[in-house]
């Protein structure tokens, strides 16, 4: 029995060398080609979001189309200087495809995008909608934006027992077109008091 566990042991401690010269020829091999591939690569600005009547303030991700065009949000900008969902193509080119009103159609859309097999955007607003909730600003709206800026509101939220404010929300979109999402605000009283 001991005679098999000092093999055991023996086996143990090489596996455990062998292993550490790898980790050690991995490392040293990162050294060398890390520094030789950051200069293949290359960076640029693609678009500077200039401010009203532009959008002002991207701050989520950002969705690509098949064509190569970005679609994303502005949390603030736009004509009405409420937000906008905006449409950057290959050569740098920004269209505003939405610009929020701070009204029933929604305001501050903090959360990004997301795309269904037709190519419509979905997304969130902060606030807007419905008057009511918090202050009066409203609690946010859940929006549709096809690529050539046609907006419809598809819910406008209540505040409780409704939700309120899907604050940075990006929604999921399944394949059968239903979408998810969190607020993070509103909801039964008896776990949000106040």
Known sequence: ???????HRK???????????VIILAAAW??????????AQTFSVLYSFKGPPDGEGPSTGLVLDSDGNIYG??????????????????QGNETVLYSFT????????EGGV?????????GTTNGGGYPVGFSGYGCGTVFKVNTEGVYSVLYRFGA?????????????????G??????????DNNCNPG
């Open 114 to 122: 997301v795309r269904d097999a037709s190519g419509n955007l979905y």
């Open 102 to 109: 701070c009204a029933l159609d929604g305001s501050t859309p």
């Open 73 to 90: 949000t502005t949390e603030k900008g736009g004509a009405n200087q409420c937000g906008t969902v905006f449409k950057i193509d290959k």
């Open 30 to 39: 990162l050294l060398v080609a890390l520094p030789l591939q950051s200069h």
């Open 178 to 187: 239903n979408l998810f999402g969190t607020t993070s605000s509103g909801g």
């Open 11 to 21: 086996t143990f401690r090489s596996h455990i060398e062998i292993t550490s010269a």
């Open 1 to 7: 029995m001991s005679g098999r566990g000092l093999l």
């Open 160 to 176: 409780m027992p409704d939700g309120c404010f899907p604050d940075w929300v990006t929604l999921l979109v399944d394949s059968a």
